[in-house]
């Protein structure tokens, strides 16, 4: 159990986009999930084109199970979605396929 402390910012990030799709008083709330997205596009995208950068952070893997992270952006994207966040969903569907290739890739 000691992975739960890995995915806290994930499921963070899951309870702000709840919370900004669910409530209507979260215009900060907004703002802090537009920047977080767009730190976490830019993140999946070195990661996607950078090998130096995938070989750094391998060593940083958690022991969180990967469905835990599949089931959080999944969830992330259906939020988006039902809220009508269609260009913010897009970009968690970008984060959640590059997460996903990663993955794949480091475990071949």
């Not at 596009?41 to 084109?49: E, K």
Request: hydrophobic fraction near 55%.
């Amino acid at each position: 159990m000691t992975w739960l402390k890995h995915i806290a910012i994930d499921g963070l990030a899951t309870l702000v986009i709840a919370i900004v799709v669910f409530f209507d008083e979260t215009a900060l709330l907004e703002y802090v999930l537009y920047i977080y997205t767009g730190l976490m596009v830019i993140a999946r995208l070195i990661s996607l084109l950078s090998t130096d950068f995938r070989a750094i952070t391998k060593r940083k893997v958690s022991e969180a199970p990967a469905w835990i992270y599949h089931l959080l952006y999944c969830l992330n994207v259906i939020f988006l979605v039902i809220g009508q966040y269609y260009i913010t969903a897009s970009a968690w569907t970008f984060i959640w396929a590059v997460a996903y290739y990663v993955h794949r890739k480091s475990n071949l």
